[in-house]
């Protein structure tokens, strides 16, 4: 039983990989269509949110199949239980992703604002910290996976400014309110999708070290 239980976990593994292929892939379209006001970008994205969701479904019943069949302990369990999470994971970022596209969208029928923001550095952090986090996964390097967990204040920072900048620009320009609320719902999919990659990367560190660290910055820990 035990050669049958590690070919399903190898068999999940790499079913979670290739959906973590395809939602690095709809992060990286959606933040250029952001961008560059990609329609043909940002659509594709939204075309392929329903795979995404579909490999969900199918790695959660794997894993159910596997505890049912397998009863697996200590670090088997461990991944099967890191896998549902991240497995959540990925396809709420898909789903960040796809509603970042439908903002690109409306914003390409929208006046341009003239406006510093940060966009293009925001989205390449929120990648690097996606890829990163699941490169940490493959490898099982908890230190990669405490650098995501680093990078999340950088995020937070970018979200923090744009809403600063956006706000005052809404009070001085009410005009420019419809675009407005829209770079603010794209700043705030940003801030949750490196949310959720940090989530990845602790649960990496538990899987491979059993030590739970979420929560742990802002108690001093």
């Not at 939204?46 to 199918?58: K, N, S, T, V, Y």
């Given at each position: 039983m035990t050669s049958h239980l590690h070919r399903d976990l190898r068999t999940l593994r790499d079913d979670l990989l290739a959906m973590g292929g395809l939602v690095e892939t709809a992060l990286e379209q959606?933040?250029?269509a952001l961008v560059e006001q990609r329609a043909d970008?940002?659509?594709q994205v939204?075309?392929?949110?329903?795979?995404?969701?579909?490999?969900?479904?199918?790695i959660d019943d794997d894993c159910l199949k596997i505890l049912a069949l397998h009863q697996p302990v200590a670090s088997d369990l461990r991944r099967i239980t890191a896998t549902m999470k991240i497995n959540n994971d990925l396809e709420r970022i898909a789903d960040l992703?796809?509603?970042i596209a439908e903002r690109a969208i409306d914003l390409g029928d929208r006046r341009p604002l003239d406006e510093k923001l940060h966009f293009q550095e925001m989205a390449a952090a929120a990648r690097w910290m996606l890829r990163t986090s699941l490169n940490a996964l493959v490898e099982a390097d908890v230190l990669q996976a405490r650098r995501v967990c680093e990078?999340?204040?950088e995020v937070d920072d970018y979200n923090r400014d744009h809403?600063?900048?956006?706000l005052d620009r809404m009070r001085k320009h009410p005009e420019d309110v419809d675009v407005c609320l829209d770079y603010l719902t794209a700043s705030l999919n940003l801030e949750r999708i490196a949310d959720l990659a940090t989530n990845i990367a602790e649960d990496v560190v538990f899987?491979?070290?059993?030590?739970?660290?979420?929560h742990k910055r802002a108690v001093g820990g």
């Open positions: 959606a933040g250029k970008l940002a659509r939204i075309e392929a949110d329903g795979e995404i969701d579909r490999m969900e479904l199918r992703a796809t509603n990078r999340d204040d809403f600063v900048r956006l899987l491979v070290e059993a030590v739970d660290i979420r």
